[in-house]
Each structure stands twice: as structure tokens, then as C-alpha cells.
């Protein structure tokens, strides 16, 4: 059974930075492709970020490219995503996921992740 704990939400002055992290307890995380999503309140969930079980491939949301940077150490079996240039339209709960099938290259699909964290609520004040 997979376990996700996200950890360093919390209220940001538009234009501060984050660093999200998920720690994973699964004996497989080196081979499976992360990701975080967000849930705005009232707005479906969504995509904001992948990355390979590698580490060699990563995949953004158009609204955060440039903001947002996802990376992982698979030694420490953790995701981060660091957000930097906040806006208030970033506010949400961030929920990380890992994805059903080993190996994945398809990183945007949520239909493939099929565990998911309880969230952390990041909240950016204008």
C-alpha cells in the first residue's frame, strides 16, 4: 500500500516561494513517475506537475512553467516542488500522486495516478 504525506504548505505574500514535499513510503517509488496536483476552491482538480521515475522527464501545467519546479530524490523516496512567483490564483490544496504503472513516460494523465496524499493547503494573499 502506497502512503503519501505532502509537508510545507501554508500563507505566502504574492510573489514569495514554497517547497512542497511528499514522502512516499512505497518500495517502488524509483520506479514510478510523480506528480502534483492542485484543487482551487469550487474548481475541479488539476494537473500542475510530473516527473519521471527517472527524473529525466518533467511536465508543467502552462500556468506554472517558469514558476514551478518539480525534482525528486529517490534515496529520500521524496518529491518536492518548489514554487517561486506565487500568485493568488495559485492558492489551492496541492496533493502529490504516484502513478499505477511502473516505468511511465505519461506524465499528465490523473486517470494513471492511483495513489494520492491527503494534501497540504497553500494559500497566497495579494
Known amino acids: 500500500q502506497v502512503q503519501l504525506v505532502e509537508s510545507g504548505g501554508g500563507l505566502v505574500q504574492a510573489g514569495g516561494s514554497l517547497r512542497l514535499s511528499c514522502a512516499a513510503s512505497?518500495?517502488?517509488?524509483?520506479?514510478?513517475?510523480m506528480g502534483w496536483f492542485r484543487q482551487p476552491p469550487g474548481i475541479a482538480r488539476e494537473f500542475v506537475a510530473a516527473i519521471s521515475w527517472s527524473g529525466g522527464s518533467t511536465g508543467y501545467a502552462d500556468s506554472v512553467k517558469g514558476r514551478f519546479t518539480i525534482s525528486r530524490d529517490n534515496a529520500k523516496k521524496t518529491v518536492y516542488l518548489q514554487m517561486n512567483s506565487l500568485k493568488p490564483e495559485d492558492t489551492a490544496v496541492y496533493c502529490c500522486a504516484a502513478h499505477s504503472v511502473p516505468y511511465s513516460s505519461d506524465l499528465k494523465g490523473e486517470a494513471w495516478y492511483g495513489s494520492w496524499g491527503q494534501g497540504t493547503q497553500v494559500t497566497v494573499s495579494s
Open positions: 512505497v518500495r517502488t517509488f524509483s520506479t514510478t513517475t
